[in-house]
T-cell receptor, first 111, second 116 residues
Framework: GNSVTQMEGPVTLSEEAFLTINCTYT??????LFWYVQYPGEGLQLLLK?????DKGSNKGFEATYRKETTSFHLEKGSVQVSDSAVYFC??????????FGTGTSLTVIP | GAGVSQSPSNKVTEKGKDVELRCDPI?????LYWYRQSLGQGLEFLIY??????PDKSGLPSDRFSAERTGGSVSTLTIQRTQQEDSAVYLC????WGAGQSREQFFGPGTRLTVL
C-alpha cells in the first residue's frame, strides 16, 4: 500500500541550527513527493516538491531530494530562523488520486 | 477569490446536532479533497471528488458523514448527529488535473468544529 512515515516531534532548535526532518515512504508506481508547512493559525501551504527520482525540491532555504533507492524525502535547512517555527508535513501522491500525508512534525526555533 | 475558501471559520455545536461545512475551491480546479485534522494529529483523508466521477468516500469515518459537490465547484461536508470526537479542524483542498499538471493541493484555512 501507500504510506508516509515521518519523524516524530516536537523538535526544538536554536536559531541558526541545522534542521533535518526525516520522511520515508512506501508507494506503488512512481509517486510525486511534497513537503507542506502549516504556520501557527494558518492553513497548509506547499513548501517544495519533487516529481521524479533524484529531483531536488527547494524553497525558502529548505531542500529535499527524492531518493528512490532509500524511499526517502528528508527535509533539510542549513540555518533555521524563528520564523520557521511551524508544523511540517511530508506527503506523496502515487499514480492514483489520493494524497497520503505524514503525521506532521512540529518545529520550534528559539532565539 | 484567488484561493480556497471555507465557511464558517469556527463552528460550535451541541452534541447530536447536524452541521454543514462549506468549501469553495479555486476556480477551474477539478479535484476537491476534504481532510480532518484533530489536535496534535496529522491529516486524515475523508473524501475526494474529481470532475464528474463518483467520489472516493473511503476515508469517511461513519455513515454520519457525507459530502456533495454541486456543479463541479462548491462542496458541502455534512456531519449528522455530531459527537464530541468529531471536534477537529476540517480542511478542504483543491487541485488541477491534466497533462503536465503537478497535482499540487491548495488548502483552505479550515473550519474549526467544536462539539460540546
Amino acid at each position: 500500500g501507500n504510506s508516509v512515515t515521518q519523524m516524530e516531534g516536537p523538535v526544538t532548535l536554536s536559531e541558526e541550527a541545522f534542521l533535518t526532518i526525516n520522511c520515508t515512504y512506501t508507494a506503488t508506481g512512481y509517486p510525486s513527493l511534497f513537503w507542506y508547512v502549516q504556520y501557527p493559525g494558518e492553513g497548509l501551504q506547499l513548501l517544495l516538491k519533487a516529481t521524479k527520482a533524484d529531483d531536488k525540491g527547494s524553497n525558502k532555504g529548505f531542500e529535499a531530494t527524492y531518493r528512490k533507492e532509500t524511499t526517502s524525502f528528508h527535509l533539510e535547512k542549513g540555518s533555521v530562523q524563528v520564523s520557521d517555527s511551524a508544523v511540517y508535513f511530508c506527503a506523496l501522491i502515487p499514480t492514483g488520486n489520493q494524497f497520503y500525508f505524514g503525521t506532521g512534525t512540529s518545529l520550534t526555533v528559539i532565539p | 477569490g484567488a484561493g480556497v475558501s471555507q465557511s464558517p471559520s469556527n463552528k460550535v455545536t451541541e452534541k447530536g446536532k447536524d452541521v454543514e461545512l462549506r468549501c469553495d475551491p479555486i476556480s477551474g480546479h477539478t479535484a476537491l479533497y476534504w481532510y480532518r485534522q484533530s489536535l496534535g494529529q496529522g491529516l486524515e483523508f475523508l473524501i475526494y471528488f474529481q470532475g464528474n466521477s463518483a467520489p472516493d468516500k473511503s476515508g469517511l469515518p461513519s455513515d454520519r458523514f457525507s459530502a456533495e459537490r454541486t456543479g463541479g465547484s462548491v462542496s458541502t461536508l455534512t456531519i449528522q448527529r455530531t459527537q464530541q470526537e468529531d471536534s477537529a479542524v476540517y480542511l478542504c483542498a483543491s487541485s488541477s488535473w491534466g497533462a503536465g499538471q503537478s497535482r499540487e493541493q491548495f488548502f483552505g484555512p479550515g473550519t474549526r468544529l467544536t462539539v460540546l
